[in-house]
């Protein structure tokens, strides 16, 4: 059965589900073990948060705001300053992909765009073939703008189509029809055939398996090669919470979600798209390389109000990865750009274990699971073997056919897919209780070495 938080965790890049499983500071190991490979420091994509919609979708408590005036020329300057800023603050020589994402960047200007992407070309290698992917919100003046966002440098369009129901896209608070959605997909496949993904969601008030179904074939009908399906979360706070919560709304109980997960995956399968992800699907290998970086535990750096990054400093310590987050609101993270250059708000230096914790979290979000090469890039003492192999938990969720470990390395089945959060604690705790051991073994060995060398 499909819980609720592997799908709002499968969301979005912005919303990165390891977070949850951060002890908060916390042992930070031996670094030098595992910084050994440059591409690891000297590598990253971009993600960058335009932080405005038009209006408020019911289900959605993403960090977004309607503008009171339009501040598109102050937002271009501050976004291409903290992008300067965050470069030079870390050891970055290339940027692999880059990802607009919000909020709603197809309301900002295609010269933003284009002025963001030279200030990175600027200061770093942007390759020609680099990914550059924009989230567009399908409505008229959205599609009569891709044209021109290509023009600035965007060569993939990530489309928020939802549903092509035109009731649910009421209920969801959504500013355009299902036609106007099958029109945008249309001309962003003539502009960049190929590299196209289309976001629905499943599991939204009154949808049954049966008209889900149908909804997914006629999107079949239409979509490009990739497609990202999300179980329709339910987040505190928001209209359709509320509404659930007063009787007014139903939402489908997690059983007839859990149907409509695995009709749609299958159905994905016999159209040639192949799952990669939790909650995407590639055909004629579309992946979108961006997120692919991501649940590869790679470094990016995050700009733009709310944004999270993960990267390692120059300088300080040579090798620590640090988690920031950036400013939420807009206006005080515009101040904040202005007088010191970013809009910082938190700063945590990943210990080795919450390193860990992460890559063991994305990498098993992929089909293919962590390989053993992978693993050994973080973790060169300890393979996944030696991790996971003695845990008896892990045992059962092997033998019961959830999980596979084998001379390819770690991953779930198609069952165990489907079950990821319940299999990740035991997980979790095997890679905490194995870790701690060999960090006492290995200050026990020292102790020994310096008792030896000192033996006054
Ligand atoms: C936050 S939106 C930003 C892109 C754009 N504004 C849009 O709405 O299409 C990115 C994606 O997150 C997903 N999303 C947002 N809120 C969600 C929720 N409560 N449950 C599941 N998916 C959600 C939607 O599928 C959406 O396409
Ligand atoms: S347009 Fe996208 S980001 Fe804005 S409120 Fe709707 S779902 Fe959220």
């Known amino acids: 059965m499909i819980k609720h938080t592997l799908l709002l965790a499968a969301r ?15 042992i930070i190991g031996d670094v030098s073990e595992w910084a050994g490979s440059p591409h ?24 977004k705001y309607i503008p009171r005036e339009n501040n598109n020329s102050i937002m271009t300057d501050c976004l ?16 692999t992909s880059v990802f607009f994402g919000g909020g709603t960047p197809s309301l900002a200007h295609p010269s933003t765009i284009a ?16 990914e550059v992917t924009l989230e567009v919100n399908p409505t008229p003046a959205g ?36 036609h106007q959605a099958l029109q945008t997909i249309e001309e962003a496949q003539r502009l960049c055939p190929g590299r196209v993904s289309v976001d629905v969601m499943f599991g939204r008030p009154k949808q049954s398996v049966e008209s889900w179904e149908n909804e997914l074939s006629e999107l079949l009908r239409v979509c490009d090669d990739h497609v990202s399906l999300y179980q329709l979360t339910l987040e505190r706070g928001t209209q359709l919470f509320k509404q659930v919560q007063r009787g007014e709304a139903t939402v489908p109980a997690e059983d007839v979600t859990a149907e409509m997960y695995q009709s749609a995956r299958k159905t994905l399968h016999r159209h040639g798209f192949l799952q990669y992800e939790v909650s995407n699907f590639a055909r004629n290998n579309a992946v979108s390389h961006h997120n692919m970086s991501y649940w590869k535990g790679r470094q990016y750096i995050g700009v733009g109000p709310g944004a999270h990054g993960r990267f390692v400093l120059l300088g300080e310590g040579g090798v620590v990865r640090e988690a920031r987050t950036q400013t939420l609101e807009p206006d005080v993270w515009i101040r904040e750009v202005q007088q010191q250059g970013h809009g910082t708000r938190r700063r945590i230096q990943l210990g080795h274990l919450e390193l860990l914790e992460e890559v063991l979290v994305m990498g098993m979000r992929m089909t293919e699971g962590i390989n053993h090469k992978h693993w050994e890039l973080f973790s060169p003492q300890l393979g996944l073997h030696e991790v996971f192999g003695k845990s008896t938990d892990v045992q059962e969720l092997l033998q019961s056919g959830q999980l596979i470990l084998d001379d390819r390395g770690l991953r779930c089945s198609w069952d165990g897919l489907a079950l990821l959060d319940s ?34």
């Open 115 to 130: 002025a963001i992407l030279e200030t990175v070309s600027r200061q770093v290698n942007l390759s020609d073939e680099a």
């Open 80 to 95: 291409q300053r903290e992008t300067e800023t965050l470069l030079q603050l870390s050891q970055v020589s290339s940027i």
């Open 423 to 456: 299999i990740l604690p035991a997980l979790l705790v095997e890679l905490e209780t194995q870790i701690l051991q060999r960090q006492q073994r290995d200050h026990r060995a020292d102790g020994q070495t310096q008792k030896t060398s000192n033996p006054q």
């Open 143 to 178: 599609k009569s703008k891709l044209e021109d966002f290509c023009h600035a440098g965007v060569n993939r369009f990530s489309i928020g189509v939802q549903s092509l129901q035109d009731n649910d896209l009421k209920i969801l608070g959504r500013d355009h029809s299902s």
């Open 40 to 63: 690891l420091t000297e590598q990253a994509s971009l993600y960058v948060h335009w932080p405005y919609c038009l209006r408020r979708c019911s289900y959605c408590n993403f960090n």
């Open 12 to 26: 979005r890049a912005l919303s990165l589900p390891g977070l949850r499983f951060f002890s908060g500071g916390g």
